[in-house]
């Protein structure tokens, strides 16, 4: 019996990963979901999963939540700026645990990527294999939902403003990383891998043509200069610092900093990928109900 446990379980990612194994057959009783808040994991704990109180920053929570894990998902946390000190703790507390297999959510050639969310994975990753645990490094790509999540103001605009140059990015939908993960969590063999992970790279216009496809309503990618950018989003009432940070992001984009071709996504799915166009057609109907 191998007990998995998913830290930021009760995040979009972390409960797709828990689903995942499910479905992959892994009894719930073997699985520990790790959330800063048990009671938002009420619903896992009712169909059986252990829920454990495990929060990055309050290292003493760290020890329980890990106790007799096997196998770990250290989902990167949210709070950009203080995560390099946060997984350092979880992955103490994972080598003092005797976790045999410590999985990690990076980024794309997290080593070498300038993209501007690189360096706490960077630095994690080398903290990580400091600690000596057998790891997985899993570098996501984009997910398609931070595009696919903005389709309600594509629709109602025509537009998809952008300042990336038109660069291709290699999204993949959260749920197939959470596939690929589980199949890391569940299977054999993955020991000091290193995949990058993303799908079939598309440019921005390309999705504009896969929403105008889908919908029937005209949508068409509209390049302007990083600083008009960045301007139309904080007029559109987005966060100014936020807004920058957007800025920067376009321009990451823009040297290719999302896009990779491997196929280890595939590889680890045993499966193709799921499609721009299927993101879309599953993004509208959402939108529609
Ligand atoms: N590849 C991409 O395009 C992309 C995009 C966005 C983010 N990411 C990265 O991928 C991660 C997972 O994505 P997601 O969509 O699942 O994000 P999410 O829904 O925001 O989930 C983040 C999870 O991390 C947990 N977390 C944050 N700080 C924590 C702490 N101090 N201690 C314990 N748990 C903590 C959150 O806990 P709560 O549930 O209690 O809030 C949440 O469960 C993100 O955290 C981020 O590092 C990647």
């Not at 929570?61 to 007799?68: D, R």
């Not at 440019?203 to 068409?220: D, N, P, W, Y």
Request: aromatic share 6%; charged share 20%; proline share 4%.
């Amino acid at each position: 019996m191998t007990r998995i446990a998913v830290t930021g379980a009760t995040g979009h990612l972390g409960r797709l990963v828990i689903e995942s194994l499910l479905t992959k057959g892994v009894a719930p009783g073997d699985i520990r979901a790790v959330v800063r808040s048990p009671e938002r994991a009420a619903d896992l704990a009712a169909r059986g999963v252990e829920v454990r109180e495990g929060d990055y920053s309050r290292t003493e929570t760290l020890p329980g939540a890990l106790e007799g894990v096997d196998r770990l998902l250290l989902v990167s946390g949210s709070e950009v700026g203080r995560r390099v000190p946060q997984h350092t703790a979880v992955v103490e507390a994972a080598e003092l645990a005797g976790v045999q297999l410590l999985a990690y959510t990076s980024v794309l050639r997290a080593d070498t990527n300038e993209l501007v969310l690189a360096p706490d994975h960077t630095a994690t990753e080398a903290v990580i294999r400091a600690a000596g645990i057998p790891f997985t490094f899993l570098r996501n790509g984009p997910y398609l939902e931070n595009y696919t999540g903005q389709l309600g103001q594509y629709l109602a605009t025509g537009r998809i403003v952008g300042a990336s140059g038109d660069a291709a990015v290699s999204g993949a939908t959260r749920s197939d990383f959470a596939d690929a993960a589980a199949a890391v969590l569940a299977g054999e063999g993955n020991e000091g891998a290193v995949y990058e992970l993303g799908g079939p790279a598309f440019k921005m216009s390309e999705l504009a043509a896969a929403i105008t496809e889908v919908t029937g309503k005209r949508v068409e990618y509209v390049e302007v200069p990083v600083q008009q950018f960045v301007e139309g989003a904080k007029a559109a009432g987005i966060d100014p610092g936020f807004a920058e940070m957007l800025g920067v992001l376009e321009q990451c984009s823009a040297r290719g900093d999302w896009r990779t071709d491997s196929v280890d996504l595939e590889r680890l799915l045993g499966r193709p990928a799921t499609t721009l166009t299927e993101a879309v057609r599953e993004a509208y109907t959402a939108l529609e109900a």
